[in-house]
């Protein structure tokens, strides 16, 4: 399972320049929990944290100029930081294929083209060779304006010689990349599409192959309760859609490929969900519509999902998420507290632990503003971030806090000092 073990957002919206975790510089910085937790008061810049990781995944998806306008982003001049249109969106992503193989580092720079269109500037994969333990990682793709190189296999990485050449600034030596050797020359047709994209197809290059993967696999939820109660159309599908208008169809989906698996999910999120004793899909033979029965012991006849609240159908949805047989590498989940009561928050926040922290669950981000939710949570997993007094954001470690980390293994509940202003970077 590939984990994000650290990311670095520059030029993006409120994010000039941030970073959560551990990059190839900055080895003495833990990683990123499984379970990835941002607070912060509203403006501080959480929605654009969540944005971001949606924009890398549009990015390969549909190309970073579509990309762009997707979700209202409203082009590439809105999306930069303020005062910083001249210079480009960057994204280092530091990420593990499996746990015991080197991290790979994947930096993308965005900006825009001759034409004025969004497109990529420079593109990058380095890795460290083995046996490597110090010193820069080495290239083995590398884009300047869609021209470049990559280097096939596994191990396969750029000379020392031209790895100096390529510099941390992105310059290089023409001469020393044509006399480097165990390359491919590489000339993109279009700059709008990742070059990972196109190299990460071919068999020929493994560790794009993961990278394309991991990054094209990212699901963000924008789960709409009034989505959730439209009445599907019969016919089953394997993953609920980012606004969960189709929970209908994915229960069907789990009826008939996974019947034992359903019976168990919809017990245990009955059991989690308050006043329900049981949950049944129900196909319309006429109309060929799908309903999901909730049944009450206050009433005889059961509820359609479109007759129930909207906290019922969000926690119902999440729960259902999380047992996904075949889950996102990379699932992020913007203020999941709305619209639920506040003695749930703690179960949810225990599921989403327990799900990120399974070998076979995906690695999870999660913004709030919700200290209940927060009380469940180590300060390890927990993030703060703050506008600072140049009006961009800042981020810290919860556990990095003076005396929070103490105050928390002596019995604080970790909610209670954020509301108490201990998790204001002071």
């Not at 379970?35 to 949606?54: Q, R, Y």
């Not at 963000?220 to 989505?227: A, D, I, K, V």
Request: aromatic share 10%; proline share 6%; net charge neutral.
């Amino acid at each position: 399972m590939v984990r994000l073990e650290g990311i670095r957002i520059k030029n993006y919206r409120a994010l000039r320049d941030i970073t959560l975790g551990k990059l190839w510089n900055r080895q003495k910085d833990a990683p990123l929990t499984p379970l990835t937790v941002v607070i912060g008061k509203n403006g501080a810049g959480k929605s654009s944290l969540f944005d971001a990781f949606g924009f890398l995944g549009d990015c390969l998806r549909v190309g970073v100029e579509e990309a762009c306008e997707l979700q209202e982003r409203g082009g590439f001049q809105r999306l930069c930081s303020q005062g910083m249109h001249d210079q480009p969106m960057e994204f280092e992503i530091y990420f593990r294929a499996r746990s015991e193989a080197r991290p790979i580092t994947y930096e993308l720079a965005i900006h825009l083209d001759q034409q004025g269109r969004p497109a990529i500037l420079r593109e990058r994969l380095r890795q460290r060779r083995k046996g490597q333990n110090r010193g820069a990682p080495f290239s083995f793709l590398y884009l300047q304006e869609g021209m470049g190189f990559v280097w096939a296999g596994l191990e396969n990485v750029a000379s020392e010689e031209l790895e100096q050449s390529l510099g941390n600034a992105g310059q290089f030596d023409q001469r020393s990349m044509q006399e480097s050797s165990d390359k491919l020359p590489i000339e993109l047709i279009d700059r709008r599409i990742p070059g990972i994209v196109t190299l990460g197809a071919l068999k020929e290059h493994p560790r794009i192959t993961e990278l394309r993967h991991f990054l094209g696999g990212w699901y963000m939820s924008y789960f709409s309760p009034n989505s959730a109660r439209e009445i599907s159309k019969a016919g089953p599908q394997k993953h609920l859609q980012q606004s969960g208008s189709n929970l209908g169809n994915v229960v069907q989906f789990l009826q008939r490929e996974h019947p034992l698996l359903l019976k168990r999910i919809l017990q245990q999120i009955a059991e989690k969900i308050p006043d329900i004793t049981a949950i049944e899909p129900y196909r319309d033979e006429i109309s060929k519509n799908l309903y999901l029965l909730f049944r009450s012991p206050a009433f005889k006849e059961p509820f359609t999902h479109y007759q129930m609240s909207d906290g019922t159908l969000k926690i119902f949805a999440y729960l259902l998420l999380l047992h996904d047989p075949e889950p996102p590498p990379f699932l992020c989940i913007e203020e999941p507290e709305n619209g639920l009561y506040h003695k749930l928050l703690e179960l949810l926040a225990r599921e989403f632990r327990d799900y990120a922290s399974k070998p076979s669950g995906a690695q999870l981000f999660v913004t709030t503003h919700q200290p209940y939710l927060v009380d469940a949570l180590d300060p390890e997993e927990v993030w703060v971030l703050q506008k600072g007094e140049d009006g961009f954001a800042h981020i810290v470690r919860a556990s990095s806090l003076r005396f929070v980390k103490s105050m928390v293994e002596e019995g604080q509940p970790l909610g209670g000092l954020w509301y108490s202003d201990y998790l204001e970077g002071r």
